[in-house]
């Protein structure tokens, strides 16, 4: 399953996930702008397809603007628009320099940007392959997980980080149930993990995100493993909204609790979670449902689309680079410093 294509054409083509699972509709891209409404409205989303798009996007700009005079103004603005898309994923602006530091390398020429943009794309599903072959590692025997949001082939440049684990771990048969949390407001859960894992043949059981507390009282889970929108140097992490109530369930219940992330998602530059940037989506998500208002007009809504779970909630740190354990602030540097 893949969410992102590059094509021969030198257009990008992006699985439209508002419509999963009802219908699998594919929309074709030709330049930069309506890639970041893409972004915006999640067409595309989670943290490593983000990163991977906005590269695109850049390739998409480079043609555009490529033998006018002020290219390297056009394109320097082109990745001030897609930066201001999404606030939260670091992906999205660690794949922005790149792609900056890769024009500036050649010159803005489109080809080499082309293949910068493949690299990322390439390079981000082997080390969703490297982390789960980790990750498999921590998973026990007959394993019921619990997982929350997308973190699959849908949300990066394919295979998945949470997933990518589970996906590992149930080719080496280790696998008796995934718990897929539904994810309100947006339904990522219902909607694209259980349609990802069905497509697979993994086998699934959706529940409501109020569900998983009632399940891990009845023992039935055995491992949390979740993705990750941004990790700080101490390991706090940002992910989908309901990561952090998960985790304290977990912590109640003695059940480990993971994050799966490629390097390209830690930001060194945050000692810590209090300074990632939480976005903060419209009241129409969470005050009506597919169109239908569910709460009285005009009621005050908030709805933050990531929440912030402190590292001490945490067993360990899924990464291409190996399994992290406390202390994180250490662990992580020593692995990742020079990213
Ligand atoms: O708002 P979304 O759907 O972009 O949020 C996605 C998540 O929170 C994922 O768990 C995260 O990006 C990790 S994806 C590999």
Same mark, same amino acid.
């Given at each position: 399953?893949?969410?992102?294509?590059w094509?021969a054409?030198?257009?990008?083509?992006? &699985?439209?996930?508002?419509?999963?699972? +009802?219908?699998?509709?594919?929309?074709?891209?030709?330049?930069?702008?309506?890639?970041i409404?893409?972004?915006?409205?999640? +067409?595309v989303?989670?943290?490593p397809?983000?990163?991977?798009?906005?590269?695109?996007?850049?390739?998409?700009?480079?043609?555009?603007?490529?033998?006018?005079?002020?290219?390297?103004?056009?394109?320097?603005?082109?990745?001030?628009?897609?930066?201001?898309? @999404?606030?939260?994923?670091?992906?999205?602006?660690?794949?922005?320099?790149?792609?900056?530091?890769?024009?500036?390398?050649?010159?803005?020429?489109?080809?080499?940007?082309?293949?910068?943009?493949?690299?990322?794309? @390439?390079?981000?599903?082997?080390?969703?392959?490297?982390?789960?072959?980790?990750?498999?590692?921590?998973?026990?025997?007959?394993? @019921?997980?619990?997982?929350?949001?997308?973190?699959?082939?849908?949300?990066?440049?394919?295979?998945?980080?949470?997933?990518?684990?589970?996906?590992?771990?149930?080719?080496?048969?280790?696998?008796?149930?995934?718990?897929?949390?539904?994810t309100?407001?947006?339904?990522q859960?219902?909607? &694209?993990?259980?349609?990802?894992?069905?497509?697979?043949?993994?086998?699934?059981?959706?529940?409501?995100?109020?569900?998983?507390?009632a399940?891990m009282?009845?023992?039935?889970?055995?491992?949390? +493993?979740?993705?990750?929108?941004?990790?700080?140097?101490?390991?706090?992490?940002?992910?989908?909204?309901?990561?952090?109530?998960?985790? +304290?369930?977990?912590?109640?219940?003695?059940?480990?609790f993971?994050?799966?992330?490629?390097?390209?998602?830690?930001?060194?530059?945050?000692?810590?979670?209090?300074?990632?940037?939480?976005?903060?989506?419209?009241?129409?998500?969470?005050?009506?449902?597919?169109?239908?208002?569910?709460g009285?007009?005009?009621?005050?809504?908030?709805?933050?689309?990531?929440?912030?779970?402190?590292?001490?909630?945490?067993?360990?740190?899924i990464?291409?680079?190996g399994?992290?354990?406390?202390?994180?602030?250490?662990?992580?540097?020593?692995?990742?410093?020079?990213?």
């Amino acid at each position: 399953m893949d969410a992102i294509r590059w094509n021969a054409d030198h257009t990008l083509s992006l &699985l439209d996930q508002t419509r999963l699972p +009802v219908r699998e509709e594919w929309i074709t891209y030709t330049e930069y702008r309506p890639v970041i409404d893409a972004i915006r409205t999640m +067409v595309v989303r989670g943290a490593p397809a983000i990163g991977v798009t906005a590269a695109y996007a850049m390739v998409l700009a480079a043609r555009q603007f490529t033998g006018t005079p002020d290219f390297g103004p056009r394109m320097d603005r082109a990745a001030a628009e897609l930066a201001a898309s @999404r606030p939260t994923a670091v992906n999205l602006f660690w794949a922005l320099d790149r792609m900056r530091a890769a024009a500036a390398r050649c010159g803005g020429d489109p080809g080499a940007l082309e293949r910068e943009a493949v690299a990322i794309h @390439r390079e981000d599903v082997e080390m969703n392959r490297a982390m789960g072959a980790f990750g498999a590692a921590v998973v026990p025997p007959g394993a @019921r997980i619990l997982t929350h949001c997308n973190a699959g082939a849908l949300a990066t440049g394919g295979y998945g980080t949470a997933l990518g684990v589970i996906r590992a771990a149930h080719e080496q048969g280790k696998v008796s149930m995934v718990y897929a949390d539904e994810t309100r407001p947006l339904l990522q859960g219902a909607r &694209l993990t259980a349609y990802e894992l069905a497509s697979d043949g993994i086998p699934v059981t959706l529940i409501c995100d109020d569900m998983a507390g009632a399940l891990m009282a009845r023992g039935q889970v055995d491992l949390v +493993v979740v993705g990750c929108d941004r990790m700080a140097a101490n390991g706090d992490f940002a992910n989908k909204i309901g990561t952090y109530s998960l985790a +304290v369930l977990a912590r109640h219940h003695g059940i480990p609790f993971y994050t799966a992330l490629p390097s390209s998602t830690i930001d060194l530059s945050l000692p810590d979670g209090s300074g990632i940037p939480v976005e903060q989506r419209a009241p129409e998500e969470v005050s009506a449902f597919a169109g239908t208002p569910t709460g009285p007009a005009g009621v005050s809504v908030w709805n933050p689309a990531f929440d912030v779970t402190p590292h001490q909630l945490l067993t360990g740190i899924i990464t291409e680079r190996g399994v992290l354990y406390p202390p994180f602030g250490q662990s992580l540097t020593e692995r990742f410093s020079k990213v």
